[in-house]
């Protein structure tokens, strides 16, 4: 039996219809729009796309209809880079960071990532995917459909496993599509202290084989910077990882220009995330290799620094996407329409740009975009819609949640 959904009459679609690779210059400004316009959807999956009128009646049994008319509809939203599973919070580190003590000297008196990797360790299992499921509960009812999940606040062998394995039953148990990133190189443990070179080589010898034999993670990402991981480290850990059909991301460019984007691009890697210190010979590496440029500006935002700077990576046709880096350290926000709102006012892109980021490349950035980021016959029929005039109004206003209804894999979402 063919279970059908139409959304009928919609005022403004945005397809981002077109081939799955990534968008870059001027391209990231082709959102596909359409006016009075139809989706028809079959068993969960996208049949039919194009104007109302033009929808042939005969197509439609018994469908459950939505009236559009004062809807702007759109894939939904990808949120290729966050932190989304951890236990405890950081708020009395906010509270000094008002006072002027930087996010670098609180890592260095015990805080930062360390202090999450505390209270993670010592959560369990079921702690942990309650804590995420509730998060995923309000990041859909943002917007964000489908989204990515890395490890990393577990730093050891166990809590690491721990992480992934819980991710894993999200992804099961969940109804968003859970993309999961292997992030042990997100700090040197205290037990390694001095010694990162030992570490690196647990994570390639012991934990990453452990990983991909499981399929427990899609990508290994790591932290290359300054007091982290250096450049060396980096490369032999994403290295293995790309040996053993891990697909690689780094932490580049955030506090210091080490040579971390460069690396990336050398390695073709599926993205470079953050970029606030990016040089020019960095991004002209990038704009060769085609790596995704994944900015973070909710991150520039809370931590009061530097802004990636996306306008010139799109001028140089670097393709770039954009999302949340939800964390309770540096940016303690999972909506994606503010981080449109904060790249749009304080880095230069514009409303479709910036919807381009997070939908269509940002699907690129995960490797599915064959199945989301675009309303293209044949993908997985997820759909935010905005009761908004206009989708520029998704980066206008901000401080509230416009949206109206979220549809994942056909089906209308209920929320509490």
Not at 61 to 79: N, Q, R, T, W
Not at 147 to 160: C, P
Not at 185 to 196: C, F, L, M
Not at 222 to 246: D, H, I, M
């Amino acid at each position: 039996m063919v279970r059908q959904l139409l959304l009928h009459h919609i005022r403004q679609l945005l397809t981002f219809a077109g081939p799955p690779s990534p968008r870059r210059g001027v391209e990231l400004r082709d959102i596909g729009l359409l006016t009075d316009a139809s989706v028809l959807v079959e068993n969960g999956k996208i049949a039919w796309v194009g104007p109302a009128g033009d929808l042939d009646g005969t197509r439609v049994h018994d469908a459950d209809e939505i009236d559009c008319s004062e809807s702007v509809v759109l894939p939904g939203l990808i949120d290729c880079h966050t932190h989304a599973m951890f236990a405890g919070t950081r708020e009395d580190e906010f509270a000094q960071r008002s006072e002027g003590v930087s996010y670098q000297e609180i890592a260095n008196r015990g805080g930062g990532i360390l202090s999450t990797v505390k209270a993670t360790r010592a959560a369990t299992k079921r702690e942990l995917k309650r804590l995420t499921a509730r998060r995923l509960d309000l990041m859909m009812q943002h917007g964000t459909t489908t989204m990515e999940i890395k490890s990393g606040y577990g730093l050891n062998e166990e809590a690491e496993l721990k992480m992934l394995e819980a991710i894993r039953e999200l992804q099961d148990e969940h109804p968003a599509t859970v993309v999961a990133t292997f992030l042990g190189a997100h700090a040197v443990p205290p037990e390694y202290e001095g010694r990162s070179d030992e570490y690196i080589t647990l994570l390639i010898e012991r934990i990453l084989p452990y990983i991909a034999k499981r399929h427990l993670a899609a990508f290994c990402d790591v932290f290359c910077e300054n007091g982290y991981f250096t450049t060396s480290q980096s490369n032999r850990l994403l290295s293995a990882a790309a040996g053993l059909g891990l697909g690689v991301r780094l932490h580049a460019d955030q506090l210091h220009q080490i040579g971390a984007s460069a690396l990336g691009a050398e390695l073709s890697a599926h993205t470079v995330d953050h970029l606030e210190r990016i040089d020019d010979r960095s991004i002209a590496a990038l704009r060769s290799s085609g790596t995704i440029g994944v900015i973070l500006p909710g991150a520039s935002f809370f931590l009061g620094g530097p802004y990636a700077p996306a306008r010139k990576l799109i001028d140089s046709g670097v393709p770039i996407a954009i999302a949340s880096n939800f964390n309770p350290g540096s940016c303690m926000s999972f909506s994606l329409p503010l981080m449109t709102t904060i790249a749009c006012t304080q880095t230069g892109v514009t409303p479709e740009e910036a919807l381009s980021a997070v939908t269509v490349n940002a699907a690129v950035a995960l490797g599915i975009s064959d199945r989301f980021g675009s309303i293209d016959t044949g993908k997985e029929a997820d759909f935010v819609m905005f009761d908004v005039p206009s989708y520029r109004s998704i980066s206008y206003e901000f401080g509230t949640n416009l949206v109206s209804r979220v549809i994942k894999r056909g089906v209308l979402l209920e929320f509490p």
